[in-house]
Nanobody, 117 residues
Framework: QVQLVESGGGLVQAGGSLRLSCAAS??????????WCWYRQAPGKERELVAT???????NYVDSVKGRFTISRDNTKNTAYLQMNSLKVEDTAVYYC?????????WGQGTQVTVSS
């Protein structure tokens, strides 16, 4: 089994920055291809895929965060990051990390990000 623990959420003013971390532990096989994803879900809205970093290092972002958010991974620490700059009120949501592996998909518990005006 694999456990994901997110950290780094909080309250920040518009224009500010936060860095989210997602650490994986448990039965992780570093030789397997693994994709990291960050999702978010705002109140009353569906969960949205925000950013992905593939096992090859490929990066993808939803249009609304391009140029402001950066996803990265540290394979030596089994950790993914989401650097969020120039935050907007509309970025307010619970952010979830997900690890996609050949043995299954795993999710973190979520971390709240609140951006005030």
């Amino acid at each position: 089994q694999v456990q994901l623990v997110e950290s780094g959420g909080g309250l920040v003013q518009a224009g500010g920055s936060l860095r989210l971390s997602c650490a994986a532990s448990g039965s992780i096989y570093s030789s397997y291809p693994m994709d990291w994803c960050w999702y978010r879900q705002a109140p009353g809205k569906e969960r949205e895929l925000v950013a992905t970093v593939g096992s090859s290092g490929s990066l993808n972002y939803v249009d609304s965060v391009k140029g402001r958010f950066t996803i990265s991974r540290d394979n030596t620490k089994n950790t993914a990051y989401l650097q969020m700059n120039s935050l907007k009120v509309e970025d307010t949501a619970v952010y979830y990390c997900s690890l996609l592996t050949p043995r299954g998909d795993y999710w973190g518990q979520g971390t709240q990000v609140t951006v005030s005006s």
